[in-house]
């Protein structure tokens, strides 16, 4: 299965837009981020009221969805998305259990708003006035390559494009200790099932023997430390205009290659 790369978008620490992060990561050396956190980002899609309410991992989706935005000339609004999270907003789950387990049950209703797994797909609808589909999945630690063969499908069935939008966030304690996401990320790819004038690269599914990984090493950190950063290896190889198969981690210890052919 192929499809093509039209416009990519991130936010991650030390790599606050696309356009900056191109140009650290195809440096040799690239220097490391003084700060290891990541600011709250504030989409401009977004009103102000939405983005008062929204969890960090929708304006974490949206910042990176926005950051595509700048670069592509497909109308997003006309075009469905995928949206990949491996956990969502786990800080408003703890906050509702909490309050649960108090004598009053006492339930924010923002928050349990917010609380479903689509909510950042529902808030990209508001910013982006997008009518189109949008589907969200999660899959541990393999969500890239399932959003990855979501989308491939969407394109193998006829969409002309889809915006596939990765995220995930730190989980308070307690839960972080079941489930270490280090830091905030969130990357948005652009593919298109036909090459278009603005295709930066075409994509290729195929089989992978290992799973792929950076030599920085704080870069590597970053990948290791959350599902949405598992796009690294892709993107350094895009930054770098490097031709290469990416391994990447799926399901049940499976791998999924993705060839990369920079245009």
């Known amino acids: 299965m192929t499809a093509y790369l039209e416009a990519v978008g991130l936010v991650a620490p030390g790599l606050p837009a696309w356009e900056e992060a191109r140009t650290i990561m195809a440096m040799q050396h690239p220097p490391a981020p003084q700060s290891p956190g990541c600011t709250p980002p504030q989409p401009q899609l977004l009103p102000a009221n939405e983005r008062r309410r929204a969890p960090l991992s929708v304006l974490m989706a949206l910042q990176a969805a926005e950051d595509a935005m700048r670069r592509t000339s497909i109308a997003v609004a006309d075009t469905p998305a995928v949206f990949a999270s491996s956990d969502a907003a786990m800080a408003i789950i703890h906050r509702i ?48 390559a399932a959003g990855l063969r979501e989308t491939f499908a969407l394109l193998a069935d006829g969409a002309p494009a889809v915006l596939l939008v990765l995220y995930d966030v730190p989980p308070p304690v307690p839960l972080y200790e079941k ?36 030599t920085e090493p704080w870069l590597e950190t970053l990948r290791r430390g959350n599902p949405a950063a598992r796009a690294l290896p892709l993107l350094s190889a895009l930054a770098r205009r490097s031709d290469q198969l990416i391994g990447l981690r799926a399901e049940n210890g499976a791998l999924l290659g993705i060839r990369i052919q920079c245009l």
């Open 97 to 144: 259990s909490s309050a649960l387990a108090e004598p009053a049950r006492i339930v924010s209703p923002t928050d349990f708003h917010n609380s479903v797994h689509n909510a950042a797909a529902g808030y990209w609808g508001i910013a982006a006035r997008a009518t189109q589909s949008a589907t969200t999945l999660s899959a541990f630690d393999g969500t890239l």
């Open 179 to 214: 489930r270490p996401i280090e830091t905030a990320c969130g990357v948005a790819l652009m593919l298109t099932g036909e090459r278009v004038p603005g295709s930066v690269a075409r994509l290729t599914l195929e089989e992978a023997r290992a799973e792929s990984t950076l």
